[in-house]
């Protein structure tokens, strides 16, 4: 169950010179929003001072906001904002609009935009630690970068530059935020251009939540939805309530765990759809849930290679990326704006190899192999999509790291569980049990490797 987390007020700097809008590239390393296109901004401190302003411009809005806005546009592009009204170089402030994170989010925020129109283009200093590009574009051309797949964008960001392009002189356009009956809807997301993002609550392993499930093809020709598992009922019929709005022509699964096929089946006969997956995933599934479980579906094997379906034209294609599962497939366009990596990483939570299905070897194989193929956005089963391969890099690097760990213990004589005790210190308890899967398919790895 999603627990109520804290809503934290904070600012955004939307800074405008006529049609142009200032745009900073988030570094792919940062814990929130990894390599996606935003504005400055940041968090509103517990004790900042309500005395009013008696400055032009800043007097007319909440002092609390503004003094927050102020100290984050000097710490994030060295600019004043105070000297700058003084010295005549803003033509206007206004409330633009505000957005409230949604609750499966791990991180909420109370976001308030202020659009600040600015005199003449200013060269802002941006913090690179913060930022990996930063540049003025117009909301026009922001809007055919992201028809183009080249941009990841959080939803409230969509929002302002839409209505930009739309008229660059719109003063307040409201609520920026993902709104949705949490009654009968599942959240509905739009991250990369045409490919739609659907966190369904599931029943997978804490601390995710939800399953992502995705919308991926042509929307005149069919689409295919990629691993529905909603874990209720109720929660089948919000995620039907939204596919109502597609002409879905099959389900794609990236591999047989439950937590991204359940009730896979009954949409794939209600919708009378076929289902694609590997054929070892397909095997799996049936034995484990009997042969009666794809009565009445027909089901298709997918290879690498296969071309799946389109994306703004362009073949969707399929790769194998065992390692996590035996079956697993990913799905990505030849050209790599995007790869649907489906466990191979996780934006919530580590990855378990757990055998038989399980194999490090080849999980290490499959991680090369994405992070050679180089895709512009990684996009997991859990959690939100981020910009370059470099989580996949990263998680390499750290299941490297347990490895050589596990190598030494293993040589000082300890037993699998004093292995556990010694590098998983600071874990949930529930997730012990996973964590001992992972060190398990480190040593039969070792084996192989001829190591132990």
Known sequence: MTKNIKIRDSVVALFTYQD?????????YLKAFPGYHSFPGGKVDSNESEQNYDCKFLRDHDPRLVRALCREIREEVNFDLEDAIEANQVRNISDFGFAITPEFNPLRFHARFFKIELRSRIDFEVDPNEAAWAGWLTAKEYMQKYQQGKILSPFPGLCAMRALAENPNV????????????ETEVPLMEPVFQLVQMPVKSNTLPPAERTNAFIVGDSQNGCYLIDPSPSSRLELEKLSQVLSRFKVTGIFLTHHHRDHHQYATD???????????SEDSYQRIRLKFGDSYFENITVQFSREGEVLTQWIGKDVLVFEIPGHDEGQLGLAPASMEWFIVGDLIQGIGTVVISEPEGDMKKYFASLEKVIELNPNIIIPSHG????????????????????????QHHK????????????????????????MKNIESHLTKLKLDQLI
């Open 171 to 182: 003063q307040n356009i409201g609520s920026m935020h993902l709104q949705y009956d949490q």
């Open 267 to 277: 949409l794939a006969r209600t919708l009378q759809v076929p289902m694609k997956m």
């Open 20 to 28: 142009a809008i200032f745009i900073i590239e988030r570094q792919p």
């Open 384 to 407: 939100i999509p981020m910009k370059s391969t470099l989580r996949l890099k990263e998680t390499l690097e750290h299941r490297l790291m347990r490895e050589k760990q596990i190598l």
């Open 412 to 435: 000082n004589g300890k037993s699998n569980e004093e292995i556990l005790s010694a590098i998983y210190q600071s874990i949930d308890p529930r997730l012990l049990p996973a964590a």
